[in-house]
């Protein structure tokens, strides 16, 4: 099992920065991806950020290409936390997002934060 907990949302203008974190323990060990979602009003749950996880440290990340530029994904040392450090933040990023992670081919889900931009 691996238990993951979001926080850093918040209300902010636009324009402005968050950054969110993600704890996650329990069986990290082979985890094999984690990603941010969001997901906004009666949207569907939409990809963020994408860090696939490599033993050397080069870690394949991906972006949505509505977020290109602006949010950059991160993950500590020990590997217990991914970051997603969110910079000129528009109202269109308003969504709870959520953090997730692989491992051994299952899915895990954190329960969410909300952002909130403002005009």
């Known amino acids: 099992q691996v238990h993951l907990v979001e926080s850093g949302g918040g209300l902010v203008q636009a324009g402005g920065s968050l950054r969110l974190s993600c704890a996650a323990s329990?069986?990290?060990?082979?985890?094999?991806?984690m990603a941010w979602y969001r997901q906004a009003g009666g949207n569907q749950r939409e990809v963020v950020a994408v860090?696939?996880?490599?033993?050397?440290?080069?870690?394949?990340?991906n972006y949505a290409d509505s977020v290109k530029g602006r949010f950059t994904i991160s993950r500590d040392n020990a590997g217990s936390t991914v970051y997603l450090l969110m910079n000129s933040l528009k109202p269109e990023d308003t969504a709870v997002y959520y953090c997730?992670?692989?491992?051994?081919?299952?899915?895990?889900w954190g329960k969410g934060t909300l952002v909130t931009v403002s005009s």
């Open positions: 860090m696939n996880i490599r033993s050397n440290e080069r870690h394949d990340i």
């Open positions: 997730y992670a692989i491992r051994n081919g299952l899915n895990y």
């Open positions: 329990g069986s990290t060990s082979s985890v094999s991806a």
